[in-house]
């Protein structure tokens, strides 16, 4: 019996950080460990075109996902590794979903509200930002995953990816999965600097990046942001700083926030912050040692595409049919 397939991407367009890691790449290791899946990560390569970018880093940035990838632990023989743009029948598909896709829900989720508010001053709000989640469901529906790992920000364009493909396989036929979530479990990681705004690489002092030096890493945590006392207690509405350091502690080491509490009862944040400079610094090291020639990876990132591809046309074939388009 075939195991259902599960798909997730990471866009290109920076650094990564340990919001990235908690987030995503910790979750995809289990997911692809579980052994309950098929799984496909790609480069969404693509879907970074939406945000200015230096065409020159761009490609350093494919592989610098690709690297990260593999430096958390997903191993290119029990999930399929591949770019985006590496098959192109997900944009052909995206053309085909945006003639059935009501603009009206497009303007109306929350992360291109606050995308398109954000766009430098001056600057015209891109069409990509708008249509970002009919990508986003090319990119699912193309392979028939039936399961999505995303977090509580993203609910929103996966009910849409629903929605569409509903709407084909009514007007249509039976064609295409209707995705299920599968809800990350880490809380949302904060700033260093700011408890209050979830950690980015816009605020670099505040963001512990996942290829950050142990000698960076001291230093960012020692002056994390706390609270008022010395008391190591977890409060997200009277302890903010505290809460989000053990929010880090926690996810990182798999201790319950309790026991990590029971831990330092009668310590101070000199001692927690010691010790969570030293599990920040083993968990990231991976990604600090760990190498991948582009040799290597275009390796990876070919033989999974050619994989992906095979699905990818197959499934066009099928769709087109439905349309009626002729397959020459």
Avoid at 255 to 278: N, R
Wanted: one cysteine or more.
């Amino acid at each position: 019996m075939n195991k259902p397939i599960l798909i997730s991407g990471i866009q290109p367009d920076g650094r990564l950080h340990l919001g990235n890691y908690l987030g995503a790449l910790k979750n995809f290791v289990e997911l692809q460990n579980s052994g309950k899946y098929q799984c496909y990560f790609f480069v969404a390569d693509y879907h970074s075109l939406t945000v200015s970018f230096n065409p020159k880093e761009k490609t350093e940035e494919i592989f610098g996902i690709a690297n990260a990838y593999i430096a958390a632990g997903l191993n290119p023989k029990k999930s399929v590794i591949f770019a985006q743009s590496q098959v192109p029948e997900c944009t052909e598909l995206f053309w085909i979903l945006n003639a059935i896709a009501p603009i009206g829900e497009l303007e109306r989720m929350t992360q291109y509200k606050d995308k398109a508010a954000n766009v430098l001053h001056g600057e015209a709000v891109n069409a990509g930002l708008l249509n970002y989640p009919i990508l986003m469901a090319a990119d699912i529906l193309l392979y028939d995953a039936k399961f999505v790992p995303v977090g509580e920000d993203q609910i929103q364009h996966l009910e849409l990816v629903r929605t569409l493909a509903r709407k084909f396989n009514n007007k249509f036929g039976a064609t295409f999965v209707e995705p299920q979530p599968l809800l990350t479990k880490t809380s949302k990681i904060m700033s260093l600097k700011d408890p209050n705004k979830k950690m980015s690489k816009s605020q670099p002092d505040g963001c512990l990046f996942l290829d950050d030096s142990p000698q960076e890493i001291e230093k960012k945590i020692k002056s994390a942001v706390t609270d008022s006392g010395n008391e190591v207690k977890y409060s997200q509405e009277n302890k903010a700083g505290i809460s989000n350091l053990m929010d880090i502690y926690s996810a990182l080491s798999e201790m319950p926030v309790s026991a990590i509490e029971e831990k330092y009862k009668g310590k101070g944040y000199g001692d927690f912050k010691k010790d969570l400079i030293k599990i920040v610094s083993d968990s990231l090291k991976p990604f600090r040692s760990l190498r991948t020639t582009h040799y290597a990876l275009r390796t990876i990132l070919n033989a999974g595409a050619k994989k992906t591809k095979k699905i990818a046309q197959a499934k066009m074939r099928e769709v087109k049919k439905k349309l009626g388009l002729p397959l020459l």
